[in-house]
């Protein structure tokens, strides 16, 4: 293989990628990075214009990028969606499940344990991160099932590697999305195609809307006593960047890694191979 073909690897001009949750900060960067890699990028959410400010990075955005409203927890809309991105674009090569999050119900605290935690509560989170993972890769991938090849890449979370205290929901629901993950890859090699691949990446510590105020403090921007914890037990020292995600991606999405599937690959700094010690 000579540098050209290698180079080649990572232009995605033709290719379509789906994007739930890509008005979030993490799936807006992976979305901004594709498109510089010449990617047709379709941002599905909730909350459309929450995409403005991603749009407005890669402007002129052409007819290489738009925006779809979708609920990853309501099949029609997720559907919908799809016709929409298929109507634009002809087809969908990759779907990225970014979509997720957590609950401050069902987050333990000094004045709320375990034993408060409200069921719905904890069934919004599981339903949000293992669902809102499902639906998607039910209703994109029953495309590629037709075109018999494709990419899903979903996005796992160090909670699945090692809970984390206080948010025992979402460290079970990234844990199933992990296993997920596997299962999927297994069922789509053997009974549909080996040419549709799954894989997941499993961040670390990420400075995100939903926990910037959970690891620094909102009036010193110093670090509260879990932020400090988190960084005692990252061997580099610090949190993510949205930009340390993107090489693992584009890695995970391309030829690159044709014989890559199944794995849920740990973006943390070292957190997951560090014993404290």
Known sequence: ??????????????????????????????????????????????????????????????????????????????????????????????????AGGNNPKATTNPTTTFFDLPPDAIRFVADLNLLGTIIPSQIVGRHMAERKEGVILNISSMNAFR??????????????????????????????????????????????????????????????ERGRKILDHTPMGRFGDPYDLLGTVLWLLSPASGFVTGTVVPVDGGFSAYSGV
């Open 163 to 224: 809970p984390l205290t206080r948010i025992a929901a979402y460290s079970a629901a990234k844990a199933a999305v992990s296993n997920f993950t596997q299962w999927l890859a297994v069922y789509m090699a053997q009974e549909i195609s080996p040419r549709i691949r799954v894989n997941a990446i499993a961040p670390g510590f990420f400075l995100t809307e939903q926990n910037r105020f959970l690891l620094t403090d909102q009036k010193s921007g110093g670090l509260t």
């Open 1 to 98: 293989m000579n540098l050209d073909e290698l180079r080649s690897m990572y232009d995605f001009t033709g290719k379509t990628v789906v994007i739930t949750g890509g008005a979030g900060v993490l799936g807006g960067e992976i979305a901004c990075a594709l498109f510089g890699c010449n990617a047709n990028i379709a941002i599905v959410d909730r909350d459309p214009a929450l995409a403005d400010r991603h749009i407005k990075r890669i402007e002129p955005v052409g007819d290489r990028a738009i925006v779809v409203f979708g609920n990853v927890l309501e099949p029609s809309t997720i559907e919908g969606a799809t016709q929409q991105v298929l109507k634009a674009f002809g087809k969908i090569d990759a779907l990225i499940n970014a």
